[in-house]
């Protein structure tokens, strides 16, 4: 039995953070993945994020969007990679809109930088657009676009450099409590550890085995055959009242060009293991009602399609939490479709769980507020 002293279940962007940080503390990590991130099996796919420094979804997350910020430049600046890039970013509500209300809390409150525009300044500056009479667009100028695939490069580099173990291709399939430790069931061996940290994203809700108020939901990113219109075009974020009530739809240029245009909520909910993976017509479909009445003149064939998956809670934060089972056990879980940007000063928060060491700023993730 092989015996160490962190374990880690997934090395997706929350996993490969955490062995990160806790690599650079001196510990001895192993990170589990089932597949070899990234892929598109799990929360991660596509090739960029969108990475705003407002958080509509409440004030306590505005000091990690500062912490975060600062650790994908010291990323960026220890591995020589681009990782952000400052595009800017317009949100698009309702003037009395609730996004709109609280986008503009966090960024007064994060001291960050923003415009409220017209609908007519907005048109003038992005004629592309169509921004509804009763709409304002935030003009965020420090929100960024996050390339994927540098992004969990440099997080697994820095943990590799720092001593951290990654096992690509062994999936978890059982975890106990084995005295002041766990023992792991994989596909390959039985591995024991002082702790273990649970990042399984989609198939969280499985080795986490609580019972959390989790949806596993179903995502389809999509690009489209931009053309001319949308050069220099910024992120867009809207929320939609036509759509669900935490729906909207969001647009970004994507490397190579082509502009992903997609819907945010709107999917099936199911199993992992049982969501539709391939593209179909009706989903482009619904994307092109959306699109029609947003970027009217981006009705060119789709580049590309991909699905993707969220694992939701009902207050749509994450859940962070030590495992009832033990105290060397912790899991994070319920990304909600809205934490890449957040996965550095994630993984140190991860961290300091896992070592004990007190987070009161994080106490609002935990399971309590479910009743678990
Ligand atoms: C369509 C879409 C758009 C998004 N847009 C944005 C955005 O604009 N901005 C933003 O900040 N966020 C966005 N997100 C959310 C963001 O991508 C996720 O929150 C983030 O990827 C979650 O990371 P994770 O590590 O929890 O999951 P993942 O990155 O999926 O990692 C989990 C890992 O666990 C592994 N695993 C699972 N089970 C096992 C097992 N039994 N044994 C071993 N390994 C296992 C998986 O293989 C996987 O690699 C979006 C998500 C989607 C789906």
Known sequence: MDDLEILIIGAGVWG??????????????????????????????????????????????????????????????????????????????????????????????????????????????????????????????????????????????????????????????????????????????????????ITAGVYGPDLIGLDLPLQVERQILVTWDAGPELTGAPLLYWIDPRLGPDSGAYGCPEPGGGFKFALHHEGVVGHPDSLDKEVREADLQAVRDVLARRIPGLTRAPLSATTCMYTNTPDVGWVFDRHPAGDQVVYATGDSGRSFRYAPAIGEGLADLVEGRPRPDLAFLGADRFGA
């Open 16 to 197: 490969s953070a955490a062995a990160a940080r806790l690599a650079r503390r001196g510990h001895d990590v192993l990170a589990l993945d089932r597949w070899a991130p990234p892929h598109a099996h799990g929360s991660h796919s596509g090739r960029t994020r969108l990475a705003r420094q407002s958080m509509h979804e409440g004030a306590d997350y505005v000091p990690l969007s500062e912490q975060t910020f600062a650790m994908w430049g010291e990323l960026e600046a220890e591995y020589g990679v681009e990782i952000l890039r400052r595009d800017g970013a317009l949100l698009i509500d309702r003037a009395d809109g609730p996004l709109n209300g609280a986008s503009r809390a966090s960024l007064d409150l994060g001291g960050w930088d923003y415009e409220i525009w017209s609908p007519e300044r907005t048109m003038a500056a992005y004629p592309a657009l169509h921004v509804a009479e009763d709409e304002v667009a935030i003009w965020e100028p420090g929100a960024r676009l996050l390339f994927v695939e540098p992004a969990l490069a440099a997080l697994q580099e820095d943990a590799r450099r720092h001593g951290a173990r990654f096992a690509l291709g062994e999936a978890a399939l059982s975890w106990s409590v084995d005295g002041d430790g766990v023992q792991v069931k994989t596909d390959k061996r039985t591995i024991r550890a002082d702790r273990l940290l």
